[in-house]
């Protein structure tokens, strides 16, 4: 069965840095891209960014939003997907998810449950 | 705001049918699949249907989806209380690079 499971979510302040993670079972992690999606308090989900799969270099994509402050990695190793979010603004509080990528950008087929991170003083 | 535009809301009474569009532009919808999403309060979004209008394993056929030109529909059919959540239309913006999330429509079954 295909688990995706979030953690490293908390509360921090403005500026600092955290490190989510997405670790997987049940699938052949290596061919996989997986996604961050997010969800602010009462609003709609936004994507966050993603990484590909070995075959096309694990290269990454990301929101205009969050370009140049998180960056996504990979270790196939141990099938887990990690967020490294830095600069953290207010704004990047939300509930954030992980998703396996199906055959198209926007098939996302398995979600985590989510952990939230609250950026505030 | 969002570039794939959803209405914020729709209503039916249960066992009837609704719509929900999302439209796009012909760099998103008009040039890429559309997947749709099911969020009930308080849980993680799910797949309804990928690549247009296919159904996961386990998605029942009283959900449809379609794709005409720069703009997606998802259908539902024989509502049922538990339909009641939020939807989202997903595509790929090949100029932004981006994925795109519409900005999601509130379902209520009255």
């Known amino acids: 069965e295909v688990h995706l499971v979030e953690s490293g979510g908390d509360l921090v302040q403005p500026g600092r840095s955290l490190r989510l993670s997405c670790t997987t079972s049940?699938?052949?992690?290596?061919?996989?891209?997986i996604t961050w999606v997010r969800q602010a308090p009462g609003k709609g989900l936004e994507w966050v960014g993603f990484i590909r799969n070995e075959e096309y270099g694990r290269t990454t994509e990301y929101a205009a939003s969050v370009r140049g402050r998180f960056t996504i990695s990979r270790d196939d190793s141990r099938s887990i997907v990690y967020l490294q979010m830095d600069s953290l603004e207010p704004e990047d509080t939300a509930v954030y998810y992980c998703a396996r990528r199906g055959n198209s950008y926007g098939t996302l087929d398995y979600w985590g449950q989510g952990t939230p991170v609250t950026v505030s003083s | 705001q969002s570039v794939l535009t959803q209405p914020p809301s729709v209503s039916a009474a249960p066992g009837q049918k609704v719509t929900i569009s999302c439209s796009g532009g012909?760099?998103?919808?008009?040039?890429?699949?559309v997947s749709w999403y099911q969020q009930l309060p308080g849980t993680a979004p799910k797949l309804l249907i990928y690549?247009?209008?296919k159904r996961p394993s386990g998605i029942p056929d009283r959900f449809s989806g379609s794709k005409s030109g720069t703009s997606a529909t998802l259908g539902i059919s024989g509502l049922q209380t538990g339909d009641e959540a939020d939807y989202y239309c997903v595509t790929w913006d090949r100029s932004l690079s981006a994925v795109l999330f519409g900005g999601g429509t509130k379902l209520t079954v009255l």
């Open positions: 012909s760099s998103n919808i008009g040039s890429d699949y």
């Open positions: 690549d247009n209008n």
């Open positions: 049940g699938f052949y992690f290596g061919v996989f891209s």
